[in-house]
Protein backbone atom coordinates (compact mmCIF):
# COMPACT_ATOMS: atom_id res chain seq x y z
CA UNK A 1 0.00 0.00 0.00
CA UNK A 2 1.08 3.68 -0.80
CA UNK A 3 0.61 6.50 1.62
CA UNK A 4 2.04 9.45 1.27
CA UNK A 5 1.54 12.37 3.28
CA UNK A 6 -0.06 13.38 6.64
CA UNK A 7 -4.30 12.90 4.73
CA UNK A 8 -3.06 10.76 1.73
CA UNK A 9 -5.35 7.93 1.16
CA UNK A 10 -4.16 4.60 1.00
CA UNK A 11 -4.03 2.68 -2.35
CA UNK A 12 -3.29 -0.62 -3.61
CA UNK A 13 -0.68 -1.80 -6.69
CA UNK A 14 -3.39 -1.03 -9.30
CA UNK A 15 -3.51 2.53 -8.05
CA UNK A 16 -7.28 1.75 -6.17
CA UNK A 17 -8.05 3.20 -2.83
CA UNK A 18 -8.37 0.76 -0.46
CA UNK A 19 -11.47 1.28 2.10
CA UNK A 20 -11.18 0.85 5.65
CA UNK A 21 -13.81 -1.28 7.34
CA UNK A 22 -15.86 0.93 8.71
CA UNK A 23 -16.21 2.44 5.03
CA UNK A 24 -17.10 -0.99 3.67
CA UNK A 25 -19.67 -1.82 6.25
CA UNK A 26 -21.51 1.87 5.21
CA UNK A 27 -21.34 1.20 1.96
CA UNK A 28 -22.12 -2.39 2.28
CA UNK A 29 -25.72 -1.04 4.45
CA UNK A 30 -26.23 1.18 1.79
CA UNK A 31 -26.31 -1.46 -1.45
CA UNK A 32 -29.55 -2.44 -2.05
CA UNK A 33 -28.65 -5.84 -3.95
CA UNK A 34 -25.61 -8.28 -3.18
CA UNK A 35 -24.26 -11.02 -4.80
CA UNK A 36 -23.81 -14.31 -2.62
CA UNK A 37 -21.14 -16.58 -4.11
CA UNK A 38 -21.26 -20.31 -2.84
CA UNK A 39 -20.55 -23.79 -3.48
CA UNK A 40 -22.88 -25.84 -5.80
CA UNK A 41 -22.47 -29.17 -6.47
CA UNK A 42 -18.65 -28.53 -6.09
CA UNK A 43 -18.27 -25.58 -8.25
CA UNK A 44 -18.60 -21.70 -7.65
CA UNK A 45 -22.15 -20.49 -8.03
CA UNK A 46 -23.55 -16.50 -7.64
CA UNK A 47 -26.99 -15.26 -7.39
CA UNK A 48 -27.77 -11.28 -7.19
CA UNK A 49 -29.83 -11.28 -3.58
CA UNK A 50 -30.96 -8.44 -1.81
CA UNK A 51 -30.77 -8.66 2.05
CA UNK A 52 -30.54 -6.23 5.31
CA UNK A 53 -28.18 -5.70 7.71
CA UNK A 54 -28.51 -6.28 11.31
CA UNK A 55 -25.65 -4.92 12.76
CA UNK A 56 -22.47 -5.96 10.88
CA UNK A 57 -24.10 -9.45 9.69
CA UNK A 58 -25.72 -9.27 5.99
CA UNK A 59 -29.33 -11.44 6.35
CA UNK A 60 -30.89 -12.76 3.09
CA UNK A 61 -34.50 -14.81 2.88
CA UNK A 62 -34.65 -17.91 0.31
CA UNK A 63 -37.24 -20.75 0.01
CA UNK A 64 -36.30 -23.25 1.62
CA UNK A 65 -35.62 -25.59 -0.52
CA UNK A 66 -33.58 -23.59 -2.74
CA UNK A 67 -30.01 -24.53 -4.12
CA UNK A 68 -28.80 -21.26 -1.52
CA UNK A 69 -30.55 -22.48 1.59
CA UNK A 70 -29.06 -26.03 1.15
CA UNK A 71 -25.72 -25.02 0.10
CA UNK A 72 -25.26 -22.08 3.15
CA UNK A 73 -25.51 -24.23 6.49
CA UNK A 74 -22.78 -23.76 7.98
CA UNK A 75 -20.63 -22.76 5.09
CA UNK A 76 -17.96 -19.83 4.37
CA UNK A 77 -19.31 -18.24 1.52
CA UNK A 78 -18.55 -14.63 0.40
CA UNK A 79 -20.47 -11.54 -0.86
CA UNK A 80 -20.03 -8.66 -2.85
CA UNK A 81 -21.98 -5.30 -3.41
CA UNK A 82 -20.83 -2.45 -5.72
CA UNK A 83 -22.23 0.75 -7.59
CA UNK A 84 -20.34 2.54 -10.61
CA UNK A 85 -20.74 6.04 -12.60
CA UNK A 86 -20.13 4.77 -16.17
CA UNK A 87 -19.98 8.58 -17.05
CA UNK A 88 -17.65 9.66 -14.48
CA UNK A 89 -16.13 6.13 -14.93
CA UNK A 90 -15.55 5.80 -11.08
CA UNK A 91 -16.72 3.33 -8.41
CA UNK A 92 -16.26 1.00 -5.33
CA UNK A 93 -16.76 -2.41 -4.56
CA UNK A 94 -17.36 -4.15 -1.24
CA UNK A 95 -16.11 -7.44 -0.34
CA UNK A 96 -17.58 -10.06 2.46
CA UNK A 97 -15.85 -13.58 3.44
CA UNK A 98 -17.98 -15.30 6.50
CA UNK A 99 -20.04 -17.99 7.34
CA UNK A 100 -23.39 -18.52 6.28
CA UNK A 101 -25.79 -20.65 8.52
CA UNK A 102 -29.52 -21.30 8.21
CA UNK A 103 -31.32 -19.80 11.34
CA UNK A 104 -33.53 -22.29 13.01
CA UNK A 105 -34.02 -20.46 16.53
CA UNK A 106 -37.60 -19.19 17.00
CA UNK A 107 -36.42 -16.22 18.51
CA UNK A 108 -33.69 -15.08 16.62
CA UNK A 109 -36.17 -15.77 14.05
CA UNK A 110 -38.79 -12.85 15.75
CA UNK A 111 -35.93 -10.34 15.28
CA UNK A 112 -35.15 -11.74 11.59
CA UNK A 113 -39.11 -11.05 10.90
CA UNK A 114 -38.75 -7.63 11.77
CA UNK A 115 -36.32 -6.39 9.69
CA UNK A 116 -37.46 -4.43 6.32
CA UNK A 117 -35.81 -7.08 4.15
CA UNK A 118 -38.68 -7.51 1.70
CA UNK A 119 -37.52 -10.80 -0.92
CA UNK A 120 -38.40 -8.80 -4.80
CA UNK A 121 -38.26 -12.73 -6.28
CA UNK A 122 -41.85 -14.03 -6.36
CA UNK A 123 -43.08 -17.19 -3.96
CA UNK A 124 -42.30 -17.96 -0.36
CA UNK A 125 -39.24 -16.92 0.94
CA UNK A 126 -39.65 -18.78 4.80
CA UNK A 127 -35.80 -19.56 5.08
CA UNK A 128 -33.17 -17.23 6.81
CA UNK A 129 -29.78 -16.86 6.06
CA UNK A 130 -27.15 -14.87 8.44
CA UNK A 131 -23.77 -14.28 7.19
CA UNK A 132 -21.11 -13.01 9.60
CA UNK A 133 -18.64 -10.76 8.41
CA UNK A 134 -15.58 -12.04 8.80
CA UNK A 135 -13.22 -10.61 6.33
CA UNK A 136 -14.24 -7.29 5.32
CA UNK A 137 -12.31 -5.34 1.83
CA UNK A 138 -13.11 -2.62 -0.12
CA UNK A 139 -11.43 -0.81 -3.42
CA UNK A 140 -12.84 2.83 -4.80
CA UNK A 141 -11.37 3.69 -8.46
CA UNK A 142 -10.59 7.18 -7.33
CA UNK A 143 -12.36 10.58 -9.21
CA UNK A 144 -9.75 11.56 -12.32
CA UNK A 145 -8.87 14.88 -12.26
Known amino acids: MNVEG ?57 SPGSKLAQATQDTVVAFEVDDYDVTERTGWSVMVIGLGRAVDDPAERAVLEALPLNPWAPGS ?21
Open 6 to 62: HNAVATDTAGLEVLAREECLRLLSQAPIGRIVFTDQALPAVQPVNFAMLGTDIIIRT
Open 125 to 145: RSHYIRIVTDIVTGRRIPTRR
